[in-house]
Structure formats: structure tokens, C-alpha cells
């Protein structure tokens, strides 16, 4: 029930949550199917019927928003429309996209973020390292992993191919988007930012020796600029006048209650509570509460390992 309400809710952020349905779907056929005791035929039925009920309750919840783009625009994306709109020329085929270097660099961009730096140009290259960082702690991780010979145990294995392969699909929306005449903005990425996330996250905690802190702890910062850009985005665009806060003549105009921004600032809330404890876990040398291989039993014939160090306090290893 849990997985085909987040199903839905995935259906109704934006096109590319689709791909979330149908993973989800075959997650849950799957998910039946292995852990069911029951015989063939009978396992087989209610496996079709969980994955089944994923796919009804998304169409039920999200499926009239699509109809009635198909009577608005004549597509269940309303993409013609939005293309037409602003004037949009098509770029070429994706894969063409997806061999193009400003393609990517765009995709890199706007998923950090895209504030200007203090020489006035977006730091491309700052964030291409946080991309880079995670990446070679996978690699990090991976080596390990195979040196260990230690096989993933299969439901696991099992997510991450799901994961991954919704990651992908997203990609190449975002990538037929922009080969459309789109631009790449890392909103579409949406469905697949919890698989980045998670990855980046086992990344970093790949990597050798103490953990990346002062790359993490750029992340609240980057919350704090994106905050201090939206101001400066509603004032320009809202144009108050007399000095009057952006936010608050935007609720005065349209006369809304100032409570509704309270849902926002808890966003904003857990979301910074949520990168400061990521800071916090990541800097500490200990074993990580994310999906990462895990060392399985030593066979006898093994030589011990050597051992591992203790812990370390974060705020200690970084004092001085």
C-alpha cells in the first residue's frame, strides 16, 4: 500500500515519475514472486496482482492530469505545446545529445547548483569536482568489493539495478527534452535524485582515509545561496517597490495567508537538518548506515584482515 501511494505521488510531480510507476510495478511482482511460499500458478497470480495495484492506484491518482493534457495540447506532456510556446528549434537526435558537452555540463551545473561565482562566472569546474568526488569513491569501493570477492546479497543487487536503470530512463528523457529544443534543468532529474543521492553518499564514503568534510560542507552553504537567489529572483521579477519584501507583497497581491509559507520553511528545515547530519556521518570513520557491499564471513583457511581504526570524532580529527 505504502509503495503504490509513493507511486502515485511520483506520477503526479511530473512526466518522467512514470518511469518510478513501472519500476516500482516490476519491484513489486518481483518482490512477491521471491518471497511468496506459495505454489507456481497461485504466487504467480498475486504477483501480477501487487504489481497490478501499483500501476491502478498511479493511473487513478494521476492519470486524469495526462487526459487532460492530451484535450489541451494533444500530448498526455503538453511538450509541442511547450516547445511552440517559447519558440523552441529541435537540436538534434538524443544520441547526438548525449554525446554533447554542453549538454552535460548544463546537467552538472544546475543539479548543484547554478549561482554565479565570485568572479561573476558559474564555477563549472567546483562542480564537476563534486560530481568526480563520489565517483572515485565508488571506484574506491569497488576495488575493495572485488579484491573481497564478496557477492551482494541479491535483493540488494536486485535495487540497485532497479535504481539505476530508473536513473537512467529519467536521463534520457532530460536528454530527448533537450534534443527537442528543451533546456536540461535539474528539476527533471526529480524521480532519480534519491538514487543519486544514495550513490553519491556510498561514494563518499568510499573514499580513503577520513571522510571529504569541507566538500560536504559546502552543501548547507549551497542551501543557504540558492535561499538568498530566490530573494533576489521574486524581487526582481515581483518588482515591489519602496523597499517592501519580495515574499510578503507577493502574498499581499494575491491575498494569501502568511501560514502557507510554513510548509516551505519545514522543507527547508529538514533539508538542512538532513545535510548536517550528513556532514556529521560521512567525516566519521566508522561503518556507514548505507546500501554498501558489507564484508561477509571469513571462510577458515582465510588469513585474519589487519584491523581497522577506531573511530574518530569528526569535529576532532578537523580541530586546528
Same mark, same amino acid.
Given at each position: 500500500?505504502?509503495?503504490?501511494?509513493?507511486?502515485?505521488?511520483?506520477?503526479?510531480?511530473?512526466?518522467?515519475?512514470?518511469?518510478?510507476?513501472?519500476?516500482?510495478?516490476?519491484?513489486?511482482?518481483?518482490?512477491?514472486?521471491?518471497?511468496?511460499? #506459495?505454489?507456481?500458478?497461485?504466487?504467480?497470480? +498475486?504477483?501480477?496482482?501487487?504489481?497490478?495495484?501499483?500501476?491502478?492506484?498511479?493511473?487513478?491518482?494521476?492519470?486524469?492530469?495526462?487526459?487532460?493534457? #492530451?484535450?489541451?495540447?494533444?500530448?498526455?506532456?503538453?511538450?509541442?505545446?511547450?516547445?511552440?510556446?517559447?519558440?523552441?528549434?529541435?537540436?538534434?537526435?538524443?544520441?547526438?545529445?548525449?554525446?554533447?558537452?554542453?549538454? *552535460?555540463?548544463?546537467?552538472? #551545473?544546475?543539479?548543484?547548483?547554478?549561482?554565479?561565482?565570485?568572479?561573476?562566472?558559474?564555477?563549472?569546474?567546483?562542480? *564537476?569536482?563534486?560530481?568526480?568526488?563520489?565517483?572515485?569513491?565508488?571506484?574506491?569501493?569497488?576495488?575493495?568489493?572485488?579484491?573481497?570477492?564478496?557477492?551482494?546479497?541479491?535483493?540488494?543487487?536486485?535495487?540497485?539495478?532497479?535504481?539505476?536503470?530508473?536513473?537512467?530512463?529519467?536521463?534520457?528523457? @532530460?536528454?530527448?527534452?533537450?534534443?527537442?529544443?528543451?533546456?536540461?534543468?535539474?528539476?527533471?532529474?526529480?524521480?532519480?535524485?534519491?538514487?543519486?543521492?544514495?550513490?553519491?553518499?556510498?561514494?563518499?564514503?568510499?573514499?580513503?582515509?577520513?571522510?571529504?568534510?569541507?566538500?560536504?560542507?559546502?552543501? &548547507?552553504?549551497?542551501?543557504?545561496?540558492?535561499?538568498?537567489? *530566490?530573494?533576489?529572483?521574486?524581487?526582481?521579477?515581483?518588482? &515591489?517597490?519602496?523597499?517592501?519584501?519580495?515574499?510578503?507583497?507577493?502574498?499581499?497581491?494575491?491575498?494569501?495567508?502568511? *501560514?502557507?509559507?510554513?510548509? @516551505?520553511? @519545514?522543507?527547508?528545515?529538514?533539508?538542512?537538518?538532513?545535510?548536517?547530519?550528513?556532514?556529521?556521518?560521512?567525516?566519521?570513520?566508522?561503518?556507514?548506515?548505507?546500501?554498501?557491499?558489507?564484508? @561477509?564471513? #571469513?571462510?577458515?583457511? +582465510? &588469513?585474519?584482515? &589487519?584491523?581497522?581504526?577506531?573511530?574518530?570524532?569528526?569535529?576532532?580529527?578537523?580541530?586546528?
Amino acid at each position: 500500500m505504502l509503495l503504490a501511494v509513493l507511486a502515485a505521488a511520483a506520477a503526479l510531480t511530473r512526466a518522467s515519475g512514470l518511469v518510478v510507476v513501472a519500476a516500482a510495478g516490476v519491484a513489486a511482482v518481483v518482490a512477491v514472486w521471491r518471497q511468496d511460499g #506459495r505454489p507456481g500458478r497461485s504466487r504467480a497470480v +498475486r504477483a501480477i496482482a501487487a504489481g497490478g495495484a501499483i500501476v491502478v492506484t498511479a493511473t487513478a491518482a494521476a492519470g486524469w492530469f495526462y487526459l487532460r493534457n #492530451r484535450h489541451l495540447y494533444h500530448s498526455a506532456t503538453g511538450t509541442g505545446a511547450l516547445l511552440a510556446k517559447f519558440s523552441r528549434l529541435r537540436r538534434g537526435t538524443v544520441p547526438q545529445m548525449l554525446l554533447e558537452q554542453d549538454f *552535460w555540463r548544463s546537467q552538472v #551545473r544546475r543539479l548543484w547548483d547554478q549561482s554565479p561565482s565570485p568572479a561573476g562566472k558559474n564555477a563549472d569546474a567546483v562542480w *564537476w569536482c563534486l560530481t568526480v568526488a563520489p565517483l572515485l569513491g565508488l571506484a574506491f569501493a569497488g576495488v575493495r568489493w572485488l579484491r573481497r570477492a564478496l557477492p551482494p546479497p541479491t535483493s540488494l543487487l536486485l535495487a540497485w539495478l532497479a535504481g539505476l536503470a530508473v536513473a537512467g530512463l529519467v536521463e534520457l528523457g @532530460a536528454a530527448s527534452f533537450y534534443s527537442l529544443g528543451g533546456t536540461a534543468h535539474g528539476r527533471y532529474l526529480l524521480p532519480a535524485l534519491s538514487v543519486l543521492a544514495v550513490a553519491a553518499a556510498a561514494g563518499v564514503a568510499g573514499l580513503p582515509g577520513r571522510r571529504a568534510l569541507p566538500l560536504l560542507a559546502a552543501l &548547507p552553504l549551497l542551501t543557504v545561496v540558492n535561499v538568498v537567489l *530566490w530573494r533576489r529572483y521574486l524581487d526582481a521579477t515581483l518588482n &515591489p517597490g519602496q523597499g517592501e519584501h519580495p515574499i510578503s507583497y507577493a502574498l499581499r497581491v494575491e491575498h494569501l495567508p502568511v *501560514w502557507l509559507l510554513a510548509p @516551505a520553511a @519545514a522543507l527547508l528545515a529538514a533539508g538542512l537538518v538532513a545535510q548536517v547530519w550528513s556532514v556529521w556521518t560521512l567525516s566519521a570513520r566508522r561503518v556507514l548506515p548505507v546500501p554498501v557491499p558489507v564484508k @561477509a564471513d #571469513r571462510p577458515a583457511d +582465510r &588469513p585474519a584482515d &589487519p584491523p581497522v581504526d577506531p573511530p574518530v570524532d569528526p569535529l576532532a580529527a578537523y580541530a586546528g
